[in-house]
């Protein structure tokens, strides 16, 4: 079994609506969890993180961290075209080194 | 604010050449990780360094090697290439004390084995 789990099949969806996305993990030891946003040839870019259990909200986007059911969820509300990118889950237990999942490429259609 | 630097973007390379790739990292940071992002999957760590030394490796053969120097910048070298090793390869650097959440990624080097 894989540390992370992020179903990778691509998400289309039309401008405005909402995007959720989200992520299994097998290791309980994680604390530190993260969503980063990855645009065609460039490297990820930290988009939100929690610590622990919770929600956290910025702007448009919602993160949510269930660590009972290993669980973790991106929301995005009013999708723009902008937010046309893979989007990566991450977590760590603070030893340094981040597990990613594979990743879900969002198409916002205008 | 120039932020992380790799050299260089993209790469091809014959199976067993030896490869060495090159990270500046951002201004302020201390601390380099690289990872390896094969198509189509999430990036893999492959190492961190910190006062010029490996702090923590992850599941990588002993083929893939780095260093970091006296100005922070780092470079990684594989050796005897593999069909395999053909990826993406991101550099991260991290400012003191904020490890995980500092991270900044470069946009890597496509490195393609033939």
């Known amino acids: 079994q894989k540390e992370v789990e992020q179903d990778p099949g691509p998400l289309s969806v039309p401008e405005g609506a909402i995007v959720s996305l989200n992520c299994t993990y097998s290791?309980?030891?994680?604390?530190?969890f993260m969503w980063y946003r990855q645009y065609s040839r460039k490297g990820p870019e930290l988009l939100m993180y929690?610590?622990?259990?919770g929600n956290k909200e910025d702007g448009r986007f919602t993160a949510q961290v269930d660590k009972s059911s290993k669980y973790i969820s991106l929301f995005i509300r009013d999708s723009q075209p902008s937010d046309s990118a893979t989007y990566l889950c991450?977590?760590?237990?603070?030893?340094?080194?981040?597990?990613f999942g594979k990743g879900n490429q969002v198409v916002v259609i205008p | 604010d120039a932020g992380v630097t790799q050299s260089p973007t993209h790469l091809i390379k014959t199976r067993g050449q030896q490869v060495t790739l090159r990270c500046s990292p951002k201004?302020?940071?201390?601390?380099v990780s690289w990872y390896q992002q094969a198509l189509g999957q999430g990036p893999q760590f492959i190492f961190q360094?910190?006062?010029?030394?490996?702090?923590q490796r992850g599941n990588f053969p002993d083929r893939f090697s780095g260093h970091q120097f006296p100005n922070y910048s780092s470079e990684l070298n594989v050796n005897a290439l593999l069909l395999g090793d053909s990826a993406l390869y991101l550099c991260?650097?991290?400012?003191?004390?904020?490890?995980?959440?500092?991270?900044?990624f470069g946009s890597g080097t496509r490195l393609t084995v033939v």
């Open positions: 290791n309980s030891a994680f604390q530190y």
């Open positions: 991450a977590m760590s237990e603070f030893n340094n080194r981040l597990a």
């Open positions: 929690t610590y622990s259990s």
């Open positions: 201004s302020g940071h201390d601390t």
């Open positions: 360094y910190y006062e010029e030394e490996e702090r």
């Open positions: 991260a650097s991290s400012p003191p004390g904020q490890v995980l959440y500092g991270y900044t």
